[in-house]
């Protein structure tokens, strides 16, 4: 339930959308930008493109992310909290994110690739249906991120591999992160599969990590796996991992995240669900926990 002061502000952005949309432009063109890493070089970004797959769901809650007023509310409140470095989203939720003053001196990358919709017979056609290159550059945003699902046996993924590519270098050449998203995935009765065991989290490295005409700004997000530092030694490029569909017990969610933080190429995370749905909805405390842990900062 949504109880603070930022609900007003919340309910009144359709009435700036239709009355004076070209505050959307304006406030990306003032906005205060930072650089992408500070001293530690590691990053904590909020990811909140979920719902634009038609993903909404949290552990049993296959509606959790249907109310866009709470899940603003809680992208605030993370976005408050000192050392959340950024936020992951789509255009609508980064606009509505911008109206109300939450993307100050904060890192803003933009989602690509939305048009595989979870559960669709085309789900692995991963079309670039959001932000494309240009408009991420002439926002001021600071970077672009690709979902690369890799299925063998599906005809859509050369495609997928071509137009990640394709954004891989355009991003680079724009001094951009491109934040590449690389999983070997099949179909099973019906369902998209991620493989998650450590041989084909390998493989899908090797393949995301070569996309594009230079790696000069790649930067991989990937899942925590077993193995990991076996799995991690595959690239040298800086990696986010992601924080998944929260399932298990936090503390051992958290356990999982420091002991992967450890790891050379590791150096940050990317994590949506997990934060701003935590079980006991206590999004200040668990998104704290995490800046903690990617920033080394005492509990």
């Not at 979902?147 to 046996?153: A, N, Q, S, Y």
């Not at 790891?263 to 934060?275: H, M, Q, T, Y």
Request: charge should be negative.
């Amino acid at each position: 339930m949504i109880t603070t002061s930022n609900l007003p502000r919340i309910r009144a952005l359709t009435e700036v959308r239709v009355r004076e949309p070209q505050r959307i432009a304006a406030g990306w063109a003032v906005r205060r930008r930072r650089h992408l890493v500070g001293p530690d070089g590691r990053l904590l970004i909020v990811a909140a493109d979920h719902p634009a797959r038609g993903a909404l769901g949290v552990r049993d809650d296959r509606q959790a992310m249907a109310s866009r007023s709470e899940m603003l509310e809680r992208l605030v409140t993370a976005l408050s909290r000192p050392g959340v470095d950024g936020v992951l989203g789509t255009p609508d939720v980064l606009d509505d994110l911008l109206l109300l003053g939450a993307l100050d001196d904060k890192i803003v990358i933009g989602s690509m690739n939305r048009g595989g919709l979870q559960g669709s017979v085309f789900e692995f056609d991963d079309r670039f249906t959001a932000y494309s290159v240009a408009e991420i550059a002439a926002r001021g945003l600071d970077g672009g991120k690709m979902l690369t699902r890799i299925c063998l046996d599906d005809p859509a993924t050369p495609a997928t591999l071509e137009a990640s590519g394709r954004a891989v270098t355009e991003l680079a050449g724009r001094g951009l992160m491109a934040m590449v998203e690389p999983f070997l995935s099949v179909r099973v009765e019906g369902r998209v599969r991620n493989l998650l065991d450590p041989e084909s989290v390998v493989a899908s490295i090797h393949i995301g990590s070569a996309l594009g005409a230079t790696s000069q700004h790649t930067w991989l997000k990937l899942p925590v796996v077993e193995d990991l530092a076996r799995v991690m030694d595959a690239t040298t490029l800086p990696t986010l991992l992601l924080g998944g569909d929260p399932s298990g017990r936090p503390d051992e969610m958290y356990a999982g995240w420091g002991a992967a933080l450890d790891l050379p190429a590791v150096r940050g995370l990317v994590v949506g669900r997990a934060l701003l749905f935590p079980p006991d909805g206590d999004v200040a405390t668990a998104v704290d926990i995490a800046a903690g842990l990617v920033h080394r900062q005492p509990a």
